[in-house]
């Protein structure tokens, strides 16, 4: 009997990682992951190999990715008080990996799951070590190995505990969005993100980047997410334009504000910078191709699961039927 095909994964016991563990269970893959220290982590309720270690421990990673079909990296840092800390993880730390895959499993196919963000390096610390992450998984691997490059538009769906800023924000008597042109994002669900990345393991095109977006790939004004999810629960939202300025300056606050506490913040004035910026949509042509992948989750289906899990912690009433 043949064995089934190993795959190793970082940042497996995160949100996306669990979406991406339950896929790649479903499709066969036996799976090793790796796990800081002792941590006792929550994984899916699938045999999983744990490695313990993590991106700065080469010989952990060795062990990860030896004998793999393929290597998915989804850890990564999204809040550091200094731009060394990003850099040291999101740089670094995929480098590491990528040079881990090129000596202990050079076979492997490396998918390494980056963000939106790294097309705007200038805007943020959290973006340009993202772009500098993608560079240094490509000139460790070189033109020999196989990998690929996905970066999702903002994933959403049960247990984004990020995304529960969006509940708290829906709550509030007025609504802050900034002033027209309003910025416009593209959004994906977390089981279509899992769904790609279980997609590419095997097959579809290798050395290249691409764009991970729903269907409607032009992306969505703040306004109409918000509309939406308040529409779903019968609410009327009052929207106050808010100038640039005064999002940046709530940006330094909070920068200031953690260096006071010492704790890292995951808004700060580059994550505000980022959503100021007036276009992160995307386009048909940077999609994966239809016959290796395609979007299921419509924005509709996709928040009223979201909200279904907010109102099993409480948060909210249960949506309204559609």
């Given amino acids: 009997m ?18 991406v563990l339950d896929t790649l269970a479903r499709k066969g893959w036996r799976l090793r ?28 990673l060795q062990h990860l990715v030896r004998g793999a079909t393929a290597v998915v990296h989804l850890a990564g840092l ?31 196919r490396l998918v390494l799951i980056s963000s939106l963000a790294a097309r705007e390096p200038h805007l943020s610390a959290y973006a340009e070590s993202k772009q500098a992450g993608e560079a240094a998984v ?20 049960p247990g984004d505990r990020e995304g529960l800023a969006l509940c708290r924000l829906i709550s509030a008597p007025i609504i802050p969005v900034p002033r027209a042109p309003e910025p416009r994002i593209s959004f994906v669900h977390a089981h279509d993100v899992a769904t790609a990345i279980a997609g590419v393991c095997l097959a579809g095109p290798s050395k290249a980047v691409f764009e ?71 386009s048909a042509e940077r999609q994966l191709p239809s016959l290796v992948w395609a979007p299921r989750i419509s924005l509709q289906t996709g928040l009223r699961d979201m909200l279904g899990w907010w109102a099993s912690l409480g948060l909210v009433k249960a949506a309204a039927p559609a």
């Fill in 2 to 19: 043949t064995e089934a095909p190993l795959v190793a994964v970082t940042g497996a016991t995160g949100f996306l990682g669990h979406h």
């Fill in 33 to 60: 992951v790796l796990v800081r220290g002792d941590a006792a982590p929550r994984l899916p309720p699938h045999p999983v190999e744990l490695v313990r270690g993590d991106l700065a421990d080469e010989e952990a």
């Fill in 78 to 108: 999204t809040k550091a008080r200094r731009r060394a800390d990003f850099l040291a993880v999101n740089r670094d730390g995929s480098a590491r990996l990528a040079a881990a895959t090129a000596a202990s499993a050079p076979g492997a």
């Fill in 138 to 157: 490509i000139a460790a691997l070189g033109e020999r190995a196989s990998w690929l490059v996905l970066r999702p538009g903002v994933i959403y769906g």
């Fill in 212 to 282: 991970v977006a729903d269907e409607h790939v032009r992306g969505y004004s703040w306004r109409e997410i918000l509309c939406q999810l308040c529409g779903m629960l019968q609410r009327e939202p009052r929207f106050v334009p808010v100038p640039d300025a005064m999002l940046l300056a709530s940006g330094a606050a909070a920068d200031a504000w953690s260096s006071i506490t010492g704790r890292p913040s995951l808004f700060g004035r580059g994550k505000a910078r980022e959503f100021l910026h007036r276009d992160w949509g995307s």
